[in-house]
C-alpha cells in the first residue's frame, strides 16, 4: 500500500531539497521552501509511526535505489526525485543511473524571480536570495532578503558616513549608489589622474613659465616679461580672476607704447607677435580653471576683450561673443583628449596687436592661388594685405586643434569697406615661422559672406584670426613687357651717352664729366633693377637686401650727379661767372662719396630694411624708405631753387645795356637742358616714390614709372648727344671712317648749311 506521503512526494514537480535549519530556511528558502519544509517533516513523522519496527524499515530500505545521484532522494526501488532547487538532466524523476541533479538558476529567465529596483539576485547552490545594489543598503540593516516585496534598499550617503576613499587633496560628493572625489578649490587634477572619480589626487595649479624669445634685445618685453613673473610669484587661485585682468593691463601698456619693439626688423617683431599670442593662449587657459564662475567677460581700457566659458564635458552648441567677435562650436571639439578638470572655451580679442602684425606677408594656399588666377586670367603671385580687424585668440581645453572634427563659425567686426580692383576682404590666420616670424595664411578658413562691418567665417581648425584686406599681386604681361623692352632701350641709349661722353674730346669739361657719371650711375641702376628687384623667392635673403643696396647707392648717386650740374649753373650764373666751378676731386667726393655714406649709416642703423616680401627695394618700416626720398626729396627742392634764380638771373642780364650775349645764350642753354633733365628725373622717380606702397593706384604708377624709365635713357641721349652739334660732327666722322669716305667730303658739302643755323647752335661754347 502507498502511503499518502509517497504519492505527494512522487507528485512535485521539483526535488525537496536537505533540511536547512529554521533561519536559513527562512532566509534562503522563501515562504515555498518553507511549506515543503513542514510538509516533509509531517511526512517524515507518520513513515516513521507506521514503520516502527525494524521488520518495516528493513523492507522500506530494500524498495528504494541505492544509485541516487548527488542532490537527489529515493522515491522507490527504481527512481529518485531530485531535492528541491535542484532539476534533472531529463527534466523529470530519475529512473537513470547516468541522470544528474542540477542547480537550478532561479536569477535567470524562465524562473520569475524578481528582488526589485536597486537590487540584484544572488544564485547560490539549491536557492537563491536578493542583495542591494552597491551603494545601497536596506532600512532593516540586514545583509539580504529574499523577495521583492522585502525590498527597502536606499542610497548609503559614503561622504556623512566616512565610507569613502578620496585623497585629502580632494573632497567627496555623495552621488546615486557611490561617490566622487571632486578636487579642492584651487587644486587641478594631477597628470594621470581623472579629474572627478575615485581615484582623483589633485595638486595646486602652476603658473606657466615666461620667458623672453631667444634673439630679442628689447627693454619694453623685458619690462613687460619681469611684470608678468612678479604676478606669478603672488599668484593664488583665488585671484585667478583678478591675475588675468593685470596681465592684459600690462599688455596693453606694452602694445599701446612698444617704445624699442618698434625699432625691431620686421621679422624679430612678428617672432614678438608670435610669442606673445602663443603665450598669453597658455596662461589664459591655465588661470581660467582655478576660476569658480562658469563664465567670465572682460573688456579693458585697451579695448582688449576677453570672453571664457567653463563647464562640464557634453556635447551641443555653445557660442561665445563679444563686441570685436563671436564664435560658435561643438562643445565636444573643446573637450580635451587626457585634460583634467572642466572644459574651457575662450576668445581673446585685442586691437594693438595690429601694431606687431603691420606688413605682415600673405601665403595664399594652392587652392586660393588657382582660383584668383582662374579669375583674372593671368598668374598671381600673392597678395599684400591690410588688417582691418582685431587679432581673435581662440582656445580650447583641447589642445590639439589642427584639424577638427567639425568647423567652427566666426562673425568678426571690421571697419566697412568696400573692396577695390584686384582686392578682396579675405578670413585668415596667424601662423609662426621661424625665419620671418609669422604670416598670414588662408588654408582651412573660408569667407562665408559680409555685411555692414561683418564678415563671416568658417575654419576647419583653431588659432589667431583677423579679417584683412588683400591687395593680390596679379602679373601684368604688358606692364612686364613694357618692363623688359623699355629697360634695354634705355641701357642701349645710356651705353651710347657714356661713349659719347668718354670718346667725343670737344666736349670734354665738368659739365660733360657730370654728364658722363649720371649715365653711369643710371646705366647701373636700371640693370640692377631689370634684372633683380623682383624677389621671387618671396624670402628677404642676402641676395636680396644686396640688390636693395646697390639700387638705393646708384640712384642716391645719379642724384647726388645731378645736384652737381646745379652747383655748376649757381657758379656760373649767380656768382656772375666767376670761377670755373668745382674740381673734379670735389665732383668725385660729392657724387660718390655723399651716397656712400647715406647709404653706410642707413645700413648700420637698421639693416633689415633692405629688401621686402616680393620687391628687392626699401622698406617702409621706421620710415627706413626716407633714407632715399629724404635726399632726393632735397636734391631736386635744391635744384628747383637754383634753377628758379638761375632763370632770374638771366633775365637781369639780357636787360642790361651792353650784356655778354654769347655767355648769357651758354647759361641759357645750360639751364634749359639741366631743367629738362630734371624734369624727366624728378617726374620718374616721383611716380616711383609711390611704385611699392600696395595701394590700389599703385598699378596705373607702375606704368608710369615704367615709360619714364625706358624714357630716360633716350631722352638722355637726345638732349645730350644728338641735340649737341660737336657730338653730330663726331658721330658723322666715325660714319665716314667706317664707311671709307673721306669726313673733308661731308664738311665741304655741309658748310654753306651750316652757316645759317642760328647764331645758338653756332657758339663754339655751349656747342649746341
Not at 541533479?101 to 524578481?114: G, T
Not at 549608489?177 to 579642492?184: A, E, I, N, P, T
Request: proline fraction near 5%; hydrophobic fraction near 35%; include cysteine.
Amino acid at each position: 500500500m502507498l502511503h499518502s506521503c509517497q504519492v505527494w512526494e512522487h507528485e512535485q514537480p521539483r526535488p525537496a531539497r536537505p533540511l536547512l535549519p529554521l533561519p536559513a530556511a527562512q532566509t534562503m528558502g522563501g515562504p515555498r521552501f518553507s511549506v515543503f519544509f513542514t510538509l516533509s517533516a509531517l511526512c517524515s513523522s507518520v513513515l516513521l509511526f507506521e514503520h516502527g519496527s525494524p521488520n518495516a524499515m528493513a523492507s522500506a530500505s530494500k524498495d528504494c535505489a541505492s544509485w541516487c545521484p548527488v542532490h537527489s532522494t529515493c522515491a522507490n526501488a527504481t527512481a529518485c526525485s531530485c531535492l528541491p532547487g535542484f532539476l534533472s538532466s531529463s527534466g523529470g524523476t530519475i529512473t537513470d543511473p547516468s541522470d544528474t541533479c542540477d542547480d537550478i538558476n532561479e536569477c535567470v529567465p524562465p524562473w520569475p524571480v524578481s528582488c526589485g529596483k536597486l537590487a540584484s539576485c544572488q544564485n547560490t547552490e539549491g536557492s537563491y536570495y536578493c542583495l542591494c545594489s552597491p551603494g545601497y543598503r536596506l532600512v532593516s540593516g540586514a545583509k539580504n532578503f529574499s523577495h521583492e516585496s522585502e525590498n527597502t534598499c536606499q542610497d548609503v550617503d559614503e561622504c556623512t558616513s566616512r565610507e569613502h576613499q578620496c585623497d585629502n587633496s580632494t573632497f567627496c560628493i555623495n552621488s546615486p549608489g557611490s561617490y566622487l572625489c571632486h578636487c579642492l578649490p584651487g587644486l587641478v587634477p594631477k597628470p594621470g589622474f581623472p579629474p572627478k572619480h575615485r581615484t582623483t589626487q589633485c595638486e595646486v595649479i602652476s603658473f606657466p613659465t615666461w620667458t623672453l624669445p631667444p634673439g630679442i634685445k628689447s627693454q619694453s618685453l623685458s619690462n613687460f616679461s619681469k611684470e608678468v613673473q612678479d604676478l606669478s610669484r603672488g599668484f593664488t587661485p583665488a585671484s585667478a580672476k583678478d591675475t588675468i585682468k593685470n596681465i592684459i593691463k600690462a599688455l596693453d601698456e606694452l602694445l599701446e607704447v612698444p617704445g624699442d619693439l618698434e625699432a625691431l626688423a620686421l621679422p624679430d617683431r612678428h617672432h614678438v607677435a608670435t610669442y606673445l599670442l602663443l603665450n598669453l593662449e597658455e596662461i589664459l587657459r591655465t588661470l581660467a580653471t582655478a576660476m569658480p564662475e562658469p563664465s567670465f567677460t572682460y573688456h579693458s581700457r585697451g579695448d582688449t576683450e576677453l570672453s571664457l566659458v567653463i563647464q562640464e564635458q557634453g556635447d551641443g552648441t555653445v557660442t561665445l561673443g563679444q563686441s570685436h567677435a563671436r564664435m560658435q562650436l561643438n562643445w565636444a571639439e573643446a573637450v580635451g583628449v587626457g585634460e583634467p578638470g572642466p572644459t574651457l572655451a575662450g576668445l581673446f580679442s585685442s586691437r594693438n596687436m595690429q601694431k606687431l602684425l603691420a606688413n605682415a606677408s600673405l601665403k595664399l594656399d594652392p587652392e586660393k592661388k588657382a582660383q584668383l588666377e582662374n579669375t583674372h586670367g593671368v598668374p598671381v603671385s600673392g597678395g599684400q594685405p591690410r588688417l582691418l580687424s582685431t587679432v581673435n585668440t581662440v582656445f580650447l581645453s583641447n589642445k590639439n586643434t589642427e584639424k577638427l572634427g567639425s568647423p567652427v563659425n566666426f562673425s568678426f567686426s571690421h571697419p566697412e569697406e568696400e573692396p577695390r580692383s584686384r582686392q578682396e576682404l579675405i578670413c585668415a590666420f596667424w601662423k609662426g615661422d621661424n625665419d620671418s616670424g609669422g604670416y598670414w595664411a588662408t588654408t582651412g578658413c573660408w569667407k562665408v559672406g559680409s555685411r555692414n562691418g561683418s564678415t563671416t567665417c568658417r575654419c576647419s581648425h583653431l588659432s589667431s584670426f583677423a579679417i584683412l584686406m588683400a591687395h593680390y599681386d596679379v602679373e601684368d604681361l604688358k606692364l612686364t613687357l613694357i618692363t623688359k623692352v623699355g629697360l634695354a632701350l634705355s641701357l642701349v641709349c645710356l651705353l651710347l651717352c657714356i661713349l659719347t661722353f668718354l670718346l667725343v674730346r670737344p666736349i670734354q669739361g665738368s659739365r660733360t664729366t657730370v654728364h658722363l657719371h649720371l649715365c653711369i650711375c643710371l646705366f647701373l641702376g636700371s640693370a640692377i633693377f631689370l634684372a633683380g628687384i623682383e624677389n621671387k623667392g618671396r624670402e628677404v635673403g642676402p641676395s636680396c637686401r644686396l640688390v636693395a643696396g646697390l639700387l638705393h647707392y646708384c640712384f642716391l648717386a645719379a642724384f647726388c650727379w645731378m645736384s652737381l650740374e646745379g652747383l655748376e649753373l649757381y657758379f656760373l650764373v649767380v656768382r656772375v661767372f666767376q670761377g670755373q666751378g668745382l674740381s673734379k676731386r670735389w665732383l668725385y667726393l660729392i657724387g660718390y662719396g655723399v651716397p656712400g655714406l647715406i647709404v653706410a649709416i642707413s645700413a648700420a642703423a637698421y639693416h633689415n630694411g633692405y629688401g621686402r616680401e616680393h620687391f628687392c627695394w626699401l622698406t617702409k618700416d621706421h620710415g627706413f624708405v626716407w633714407s632715399f626720398n629724404g635726399p632726393v626729396a632735397f636734391i631736386i627742392l635744391c635744384n628747383t631753387v637754383i634753377f628758379v634764380t638761375t632763370v632770374w638771373k638771366l633775365t637781369q642780364k639780357f636787360s642790361e645795356i651792353n650784356p655778354d650775349m654769347n655767355k648769357l645764350k651758354k647759361a641759357r642753354v645750360l639751364t634749359i637742358t639741366a631743367i629738362a633733365q630734371l624734369f624727366v628725373l624728378g617726374c620718374t622717380w616721383a611716380s616711383g616714390l609711390f611704385l611699392f606702397d600696395g595701394k590700389s593706384y599703385s598699378h596705373v604708377l607702375a606704368y608710369i614709372f615704367t615709360i619714364l624709365n625706358c624714357f630716360q635713357g633716350l631722352f638722355l641721349f637726345l638732349l645730350h648727344c644728338l641735340l649737341n652739334k660737336k657730338v653730330r660732327e663726331e658721330y658723322w666722322k666715325w660714319a665716314y671712317m667706317v664707311t671709307g669716305n673721306k669726313y673733308s667730303d661731308f664738311t665741304t658739302s655741309t658748310s654753306s648749311s651750316s652757316h645759317n643755323q642760328t647764331k645758338v647752335l653756332r657758339t663754339s661754347e655751349s656747342g649746341m
